[in-house]
């Protein structure tokens, strides 16, 4: 079964900050890769997703990753940290070629932002 | 296109009591999942329909719980009895498969469940 690590459970950083989340895989075969947001109250929604052979993903929100199969990483940052970008992030893997559409997720990363 | 709609958004109930949770799928989308969100899980999946088949339900905690799809546009989540264990939030999501792996789940707004 897949599995993704996100390390740090709670990311806090000032406005204007570069934000960095940071998402492990663990399968042999590279996956795909997701990264989804919570905003309080609300349910996940799609950040971006990392499908193709173009490494860095750019998102919305001003947000990107990008997938380093030497390190089986998908690290989401932000150059510069808004207080709206406050939420939860999640990572995703899902298996290449499956017809399931099961997605695999971390445990979550709280990203707090200071003014 | 109006998203995953989930109902009810809040219920609050009495442990022993049956709860049944509600979920429209988005229109077209022939895959549809169940979650649970807590503070010391995160986010489990329950279980999960391709074409209102079950598929995989092996993260359904226990018999009490049972989720069913009887046509391609409603999937009920029943929990029968409800325990103050249960309490947590429950998210419905669903995807239009066909992406070999690369189909984006929309997640509906969630129902928060409290067990007295």
């Known amino acids: 079964a897949q599995s993704v690590t996100q390390l740090g459970s709670h990311v806090s950083v000032s406005e204007g900050a570069l934000v960095l989340l940071r998402c492990n895989y663990s399968?042999?075969?590279?996956?795909?890769l997701f990264w989804y947001v919570q905003y309080p109250n609300q349910g996940l929604q799609l950040l971006l997703k990392?499908?193709?052979?173009?490494?860095l993903v750019k998102g919305i929100n001003g947000f990107e990753a990008e997938f380093k199969k030497s390190e089986t990483s998908f690290h989401l940052t932000k150059p510069s940290a808004h207080m709206s970008d406050a939420a939860e992030y999640y990572c995703?893997?899902?298996?290449?070629?499956?017809?399931?559409?099961?997605?695999?997720f971390g445990r979550g990363t709280q990203l707090t932002v200071w003014p | 296109d109006a998203g995953v709609i989930q109902s009810p958004r809040h219920e609050v109930t009495e442990m022993g009591q049956e709860v049944t949770l509600r979920c429209k799928p988005i229109s077209g989308h022939n895959s549809l999942f169940w979650y649970r969100q807590t503070m010391m899980r995160g986010l489990e999946l329950l279980i999960y329909f391709n074409n209102n088949v079950p598929i995989d339900d092996s993260g359904m905690p226990e018999d009490r719980f049972s989720a069913k799809m009887p046509n391609a546009s409603f999937s009920t989540l029943k929990i029968q009895p409800s325990e103050p264990r249960d309490s947590a939030v429950y998210f419905c999501?669903?995807?239009?498969?066909?992406?070999?792996?690369?189909?984006?789940?929309?997640f509906g707004p969630g129902t928060r469940l409290t067990v007295l």
């Open positions: 995703a893997v899902s298996d290449r070629g499956s017809t399931l559409g099961r997605l695999y």
């Open positions: 999501a669903s995807s239009l498969l066909g992406g070999l792996g690369t189909d984006t789940q929309y």
């Open positions: 399968s042999s075969v590279p996956p795909y």
């Open positions: 990392y499908t193709s052979a173009a490494t």
